[in-house]
């Protein structure tokens, strides 16, 4: 079972190298997208389901994997800290409810892992990558204002220090949309 992963994981490794990975649609600013997508507990979100709240959104090509598995443990570890700056975090990747809750369950990870099995959703975040007739989500990750605005994107992030990054990028952009504009 471990070799398949690891094969699985250079598999998809391979293809995202050799595959485009440029994001022309969304824009920040751009309305969120919505979505209406099962996570591990068998629970729907939506979109407006989190309004009036901010949330990160990252999408990821493959439960178990090892790129994966270190950005949802990046994710697991900076969570409280993500919630304490009143952000809701949502994993996606074209993986069954069955798929996520095993992984969630493994890695003890406390947040939401959405089931867009059919590509939907990460199509609609130009976050779906079409390799012939393996479909995979991009490793993209999108912060969304409270009034359902895109505040942020993130293209091919690193697994390792990404939530780092989400982190401060949250909490700054947080400042900024608290300051009181001047005329």
């Known amino acids: 079972m471990q070799l398949k992963s690891i094969?699985?994981?250079?598999?998809?490794?391979?293809?995202?190298a050799v595959s485009s990975s440029s994001i022309a649609g969304l824009k920040v600013g751009d309305?969120?997208?919505?979505?209406?997508?099962?996570?591990?507990?068998?629970?729907?979100h939506t979109l407006s389901d989190y309004e009036g709240q901010w949330l990160v959104l990252y999408f990821y090509p493959k439960d178990d994997?090892?790129?994966?598995?270190t950005?949802?443990?990046?994710?697991?570890?900076?969570?409280?800290?993500?919630?304490?700056?009143?952000?809701v975090v949502f994993g996606l990747s074209l993986d069954s409810v069955t798929s996520h809750?095993?992984?969630a369950e493994k890695y003890n990870l406390p947040f939401s892992l959405l089931a867009d099995e059919t590509g939907?959703?990460?199509?609609?975040?130009?976050?779906l990558r079409n390799l012939l007739v393996y479909k995979v989500a991009k490793r993209n990750t999108f912060i969304v204002d409270?009034?359902?605005?895109?505040?942020?994107?993130?293209?091919?992030?690193?697994?390792?220090?990404?939530s780092e990054m989400v982190l401060n990028d949250l909490n700054s952009i947080q400042k900024a949309s608290d300051k009181p504009e001047s005329n």
Do not use: M, W
């Not at 094969?7 to 995202?16: K, N």
């Open 71 to 87: 950005q949802a443990c990046d994710f697991r570890d900076a969570v409280k800290r993500i919630i304490a700056s009143k952000a």
């Open 101 to 103: 809750k095993l992984f």
């Open 7 to 16: 094969i699985t994981a250079s598999l998809i490794a391979f293809l995202l």
């Open 65 to 69: 994997t090892p790129g994966c598995t």
């Open 146 to 162: 409270p009034e359902g605005n895109i505040a942020k994107i993130y293209l091919s992030v690193d697994p390792k220090t990404h």
């Open 120 to 127: 939907e959703v990460s199509e609609l975040y130009d976050s």
């Open 31 to 44: 309305k969120a997208p919505n979505f209406a997508l099962q996570d591990q507990n068998n629970i729907t």
